[in-house]
């Protein structure tokens, strides 16, 4: 496809399992971001990656976040032993390489609920 | 840490009133984003503005962005009930390598009511 893609669109998972989420990137972007959004607030940083490096982690809520990206292309971000306040969308964006005054392109984000 | 204080938070008006949404904070910028985000979807961006004073108009929304590139603001005009949706700003992170870190306002739920 043309934009960001990202899996699943939903999740939802007992509290204490691991959960993986997927962004598929548009095709040469170089730099991948992914936030975290809290109900009809704003985005929080949590991670970047330019090309298979992640330069920036300082956004990962705890060591129980983790995130990687292969082939310079589909990135993962793992939350393991989830809780409830993990509850929250994911969005990834990507933009063709990192920087300030580029637009990054964003998923539909995964609604993620831990019961 | 650089903030962004958005206001208002919330703002429910009538198709065809006029209203500003305001970005402010103490930490200084290399642009500023704003985007629109529905339910459902990512944020789409609007427009960026990057020179200190600068004002970008897009049909019935005005951006400006403060001189000292600390603040902006998004007026719209005359709102249309398809104005209604969630609105962002971001700075991105000024100096050094800059590698388009944005830092996100809380938002601005914009409601237009026929």
């Known amino acids: 496809g043309a934009g960001v893609s990202q899996s699943p669109s939903n999740k939802v998972t007992e509290k204490g399992k691991d959960v993986e989420l997927r962004c598929d990137p548009i095709?040469?972007?170089?730099?991948l971001y992914w936030y975290r959004q809290s109900l009809g607030q704003g985005l929080e940083f949590l991670i970047y990656f330019q090309g298979n490096s992640a330069p920036d982690k300082s956004g990962l809520p705890s060591d129980r976040f983790s995130a990687e990206r292969t082939g310079g292309s589909v990135s993962t971000l793992t939350i393991q032993r989830t809780q409830q306040e993990d509850s929250a969308v994911y969005l990834c964006a990507s933009s063709p390489w990192g920087d300030s005054n580029q637009p990054q392109h964003f998923g539909d984000g995964t609604r993620l609920s831990i019961l | 840490t650089q903030l962004l204080e958005q206001s208002p938070q919330f703002l429910s008006i009538q198709e065809g009133e006029n209203l500003t949404v305001y970005c402010n904070s103490s930490s200084v910028f290399s642009s500023l984003q704003w985007y629109r985000q529905e339910p459902g979807e990512g944020p789409v961006l609007l427009v960026t503005v990057v020179t200190g004073g600068e004002v970008k108009k897009l049909k019935r929304l005005t951006f400006q962005f403060g001189d000292a590139r600390k603040d902006s603001s998004l007026h719209i005009t005359a709102a249309q009930p398809g104005d209604t949706g969630l609105y962002l700003c971001a700075g991105a992170k000024a100096g050094g390598t800059s590698y388009g870190k944005l830092t996100f306002g809380q938002g601005t739920i914009l409601t237009v009511h026929p």
């Open positions: 095709s040469g972007h170089t730099a």
